[in-house]
């Protein structure tokens, strides 16, 4: 597709920022503005005093073809993430144990309690953000050749 945006690393640096808080982003095709919008959440107007938030979403109801939507990941892929980051860990206590939560119950609750209170939490973090900015680049790969 001629004319279409390329997402520079700033702008999948915000959308995967946003994606991981839960919120959908919407890029607009031409101008590569972004919009975060949480689908169905209660909106206060006293909140938007400039009325720019009102306004993008007007923008995005009025005209939602000239916008790429962005979802965070499924729980799938948020799993396999995890699973991806545990498996590129030394063989180790940590490893070990998350290797192990990951196969009860409630494995995203109990893997974040382990690695956020390890020495490996910012490893976490780092591993995270960039398996987020590279699902945003390939969803914008994939949605642009779809077009």
Request: net charge negative; aromatic share 12%; glycine share 4%.
């Amino acid at each position: 597709m001629s004319g279409k945006i390329t997402l520079t690393e700033e702008m999948l640096k915000e959308i995967s920022e946003s994606l991981q808080t839960g919120t959908n982003c919407y890029l607009h095709k031409k101008t590569g503005k972004i919009i975060e919008h949480m689908e169905g959440a209660d909106f206060d107007p006293a909140w938007d005093k400039e009325g720019s938030y009102t306004q993008d979403v007007q923008d995005l109801e009025d005209s939602p073809d000239e916008y790429v939507m962005f979802s965070p990941m499924s729980s799938s892929q948020a799993y396999d993430v995890m699973e991806d980051f545990t498996n590129s860990l030394e063989i180790g206590t940590l490893k070990v144990e998350l290797l192990n939560v990951m196969n009860q119950k409630h494995p995203f609750q109990s893997f974040k309690r382990l690695v956020e209170n390890s020495d490996a939490r910012q490893n976490w973090f780092d591993f995270r953000n960039a398996a987020y900015v590279d699902y945003v680049r390939e969803e914008y790969e994939w949605k642009m050749e779809s077009e």
